[in-house]
Nanobody, 125 residues
Framework: QVQLVESGGGLVQAGGSLTLSCAASRRTFSSYAMGWFRQAPGKEREFVAVISWNSGAIYYADSVKGRFAISRDNAKNTVALQMNSLKPEDTAVYYC??????????????????WGQGTQVTVSS
């Protein structure tokens, strides 16, 4: 199975930037779409961004479009989420996830097969 480990979370002031990273086990990584979800206390897990196996398709939630950027490096088995112009409402635990293919329901968390443990992002006002 694919093992995912997130890193890079922390505390940042509003308007600042933060980059999250996700390291995956090397086997079959390149065949997976990789995504990021987040979950704030008392809220449902929310789609953030996803990137196809060859980076040919990238989708963002409207709430982060223009501020966040997802990228991947298949040679290193990593995916990153660059977060700019952070807002307090971005505060959440961010989860890296993987799916065998990128389908039309990419924003639904049940479509993903593997998940990391999450990393906390806190944006202060």
């Amino acid at each position: 199975q694919v093992q995912l480990v997130e890193s890079g979370g922390g505390l940042v002031q509003a308007g600042g930037s933060l980059t999250l990273s996700c390291a995956a086990s090397r086997r079959t990584f390149s065949s997976y779409a990789m995504g990021w979800f987040r979950q704030a206390p008392g809220k449902e897990r929310e789609f953030v961004a996803v990137i196809s196996w060859n980076s040919g398709a990238i989708y963002y939630a409207d709430s982060v479009k223009g501020r966040f950027a997802i990228s991947r490096d298949n040679a290193k088995n990593t995916v990153a989420l660059q977060m700019n112009s952070l807002k307090p409402e971005d505060t959440a635990v961010y989860y890296c996830c993987a799916a065998q293919g990128l389908g039309p329901y990419y924003s639904d968390y049940i479509m993903y097969d593997f998940w990391g443990q999450g990393t906390q992002v806190t944006v202060s006002s």
